[in-house]
């Protein structure tokens, strides 16, 4: 039911025009839905068009990036046509964007306290004391130890762990509904990673969040995300939901991910051991159809031409 859809894609192309026709689609013919309260996970190796995705949702795209196709539906509203002064009043306060570096996110000359309390004064139109009660309330909920004295600091002062937990708080902050994490957790140590994604599933249980988790790792989303989607060269190969996806791994480049994570596990096979099944329900003159095929409830696969 659309009631409980919080984001969709509809057949989204991001293009990157270049000199005398020449350029790159980035994104081809992308379509998904989120539920509320629910995470995805988006898993593709680097330039795949992850990160494209990302930006194309919160419409900030490096130019000269464009939508070309498709619509982005974020509570039955298109972002991809929606008037800049009411997208504003979107992004940051309904949907934020977990950065991976947050070095570069954060401003060195800022305090930690008045980069978060800019962006309640702006959205939320808070007073400097409602403001400053929120920040410190942010930093509390994101287990920064001694949040109080981390409300004066500076960000070179951080750790990197701590950094990104003051992303995490700036992206919540405003209590939006939907959150995209984009490889938000990959700059970190393993261990450091672990505490940052367990803190991630309290939040969004706690306030039902709904979430778009991009990542290069599989087996991190294996653990975090209600379905999987996989993306390849700007295209969804294969979407499911997350035990379907392992128990019945079905596209060539599923595989390779699986092979890749996991050396001691045979994966089955589908198109070797069901050539004739295959061919009999998909190819048309020699050719498989480029569209995507249910192959169980809930779990699509792109057919390769």
């Given at each position: 039911?659309?009631?409980?859809?919080?984001?969709?894609?509809?057949n989204l192309t991001v293009d990157y025009p270049g000199y005398k026709g020449s350029g790159t689609t980035a994104v081809k013919d992308v379509s998904f839905t989120i539920d509320k309260g629910k995470v995805l996970g988006l898993?593709?190796?680097?330039?795949?068009?992850?990160?494209?995705?990302?930006?194309?949702?919160?419409?900030?795209?490096?130019?000269?990036?464009?939508?070309?196709?498709?619509?982005?539906?974020?509570?039955?509203?298109?972002?991809?046509?929606?008037?800049?002064?009411?997208?504003?009043?979107?992004?940051?306060?309904?949907?934020?964007?977990?950065?991976?570096?947050?070095?570069?996110?954060?401003?060195?000359?800022?305090?930690?306290?008045?980069?978060?309390?800019?962006?309640?004064?702006?959205?939320?139109?808070?007073?400097?004391?409602?403001?400053?009660?929120?920040?410190?309330?942010?930093?509390?909920?994101?287990?920064?130890?001694?949040?109080?004295?981390?409300?004066?600091?500076?960000?070179?002062?951080?750790?990197?762990?701590?950094?990104?937990?003051?992303?995490?708080?700036?992206?919540?902050?405003?209590?939006?509904?939907?959150?995209?994490?984009?490889?938000?957790?990959?700059?970190?140590?393993?261990?450091?990673?672990?505490?940052?994604?367990?803190?991630?599933?309290?939040?969004?249980?706690?306030?039902?969040?709904?979430?778009?988790?991009?990542?290069?790792?599989?087996?991190?989303?294996?653990?975090?995300?209600?379905?999987?989607?996989?993306?390849?060269?700007?295209?969804?190969?294969?979407?499911?939901?997350?035990?379907?996806?392992?128990?019945?791994?079905?596209?060539?480049?599923?595989?390779?991910?699986?092979?890749?994570?996991?050396?001691?596990?045979?994966?089955?096979?589908?198109?070797?051991?069901?050539?004739?099944?295959?061919?009999?329900?998909?190819?048309?003159?020699?050719?498989?159809?480029?569209?995507?095929?249910?192959?169980?409830?809930?779990?699509?696969?792109?057919?390769?031409?």
């Amino acid at each position: 039911m659309t009631e409980n859809i919080s984001l969709s894609l509809n057949n989204l192309t991001v293009d990157y025009p270049g000199y005398k026709g020449s350029g790159t689609t980035a994104v081809k013919d992308v379509s998904f839905t989120i539920d509320k309260g629910k995470v995805l996970g988006l898993v593709g190796e680097s330039g795949a068009g992850k990160t494209s995705i990302a930006r194309a949702i919160t419409r900030q795209l490096v130019e000269p990036g464009e939508v070309t196709a498709g619509k982005i539906l974020f509570e039955n509203k298109d972002i991809v046509t929606m008037p800049q002064k009411e997208l504003k009043n979107y992004l940051g306060s309904q949907i934020s964007l977990i950065v991976p570096n947050p070095k570069s996110e954060l401003d060195p000359l800022l305090t930690i306290g008045r980069q978060l309390g800019d962006i309640v004064k702006t959205h939320l139109k808070l007073n400097n004391r409602e403001a400053r009660e929120a920040v410190l309330k942010v930093l509390e909920s994101v287990q920064i130890p001694d949040h109080r004295s981390r409300y004066s600091a500076y960000p070179h002062e951080l750790s990197g762990g701590m950094a990104q937990r003051v992303i995490i708080a700036m992206s919540l902050i405003c209590n939006p509904k939907f959150v995209i994490s984009d490889d938000a957790t990959s700059g970190l140590d393993v261990t450091v990673q672990r505490e940052i994604m367990k803190l991630m599933q309290n939040i969004i249980k706690e306030k039902n969040l709904s979430v778009l988790f991009i990542t290069r790792d599989i087996g991190l989303a294996a653990h975090f995300c209600d379905h999987l989607g996989l993306l390849f060269r700007g295209q969804i190969v294969e979407i499911a939901p997350i035990k379907s996806f392992f128990r019945n791994p079905i596209h060539p480049y599923s595989l390779a991910l699986l092979s890749a994570f996991s050396h001691s596990v045979k994966w089955r096979k589908v198109y070797s051991t069901e050539p004739q099944k295959w061919s009999k329900e998909f190819f048309v003159n020699g050719n498989v159809p480029d569209k995507m095929i249910e192959v169980e409830k809930g779990h699509l696969v792109r057919m390769i031409r």
